[in-house]
């Protein structure tokens, strides 16, 4: 979703040594260069040489912090902790009540804390094929993690059909409430959205109006 802190984990990581601060701080630089000269001249004119001009880093810094330009726009720091956050959900807690609880969360600080940049990211997956299949590479990743929450909280095999399925369902749907949300203008709420997917994929869709 959006920022390198990772402000969803139950209880505060201890703080990233000097090193592993620079590297947050260079992969933040490389983001915020980038979503600033594609809001100015478009994606496909961002090159990574402005890139790395604008962030103050050589080109091969760039690829050696994300592989290609897509990465730069679709990947984040919220996978770990979104997940730590699904397995400490209470074990009687309904495990659909869980995935909306934590979507919502994750969703709600994206947009609270980098509004400007889930709208952009949203609209260049719409707009952008590249960006677009990049995203679903990166949600199948995800699910891939999934599998384990999932198991944990089910006992089902996480490499079986029945885990693989579900949490790829889930990915799946997540991809199409951004797309949903880009298409229609960023005028419904993004969470809600969210919930909405959570719903059909649980229960199936709802009974056409009459």
Excluded: C, N
Excluded at 37 to 52: H, K
Excluded at 187 to 204: E, K, P, S, T
């Amino acid at each position: 979703m959006t920022a390198a802190r990772s402000p969803l984990a139950p209880d505060a990581p201890p703080r990233p040594g000097l090193r592993e601060r620079k590297k947050i701080k260079t992969r933040e630089a490389i983001r915020t260069a980038t979503y600033a000269l594609v809001e100015q001249q478009g994606y496909d004119s961002t090159t990574i040489e402005q890139i790395a001009e604008r962030a103050e880093v050589s080109p091969s810094t760039v690829f050696r912090y994300f592989p290609t330009k897509e990465d730069i726009v679709v990947t984040d720091e919220y996978d770990e902790p979104l997940l730590a956050e699904l397995a400490a959900r209470p074990a009687d807690e309904p495990w659909a009540d869980s995935v909306r609880y934590v979507l919502r969360k994750t969703i709600q600080l994206a947009v609270a804390e980098q509004p400007d940049v889930t709208v952009l990211r949203s609209r260049l997956m719409v707009e952008v094929p590249a960006v677009r299949s990049r995203m679903a590479e990166s949600l199948s990743e995800t699910g891939r993690l999934l599998t384990e929450a999932i198991a944990g909280r089910t006992g089902l095999d996480p490499d079986g059909l029945e885990a693989r399925v579900h949490a790829m369902s889930l990915m799946g749907g997540l991809l199409e409430v951004t797309a949903y949300w880009a298409e229609h203008g960023h005028r419904d709420d993004y969470a809600d959205l969210a919930d909405r997917a959570v719903d059909v994929i649980m229960h199936g869709p709802p009974a056409a109006a009459s």
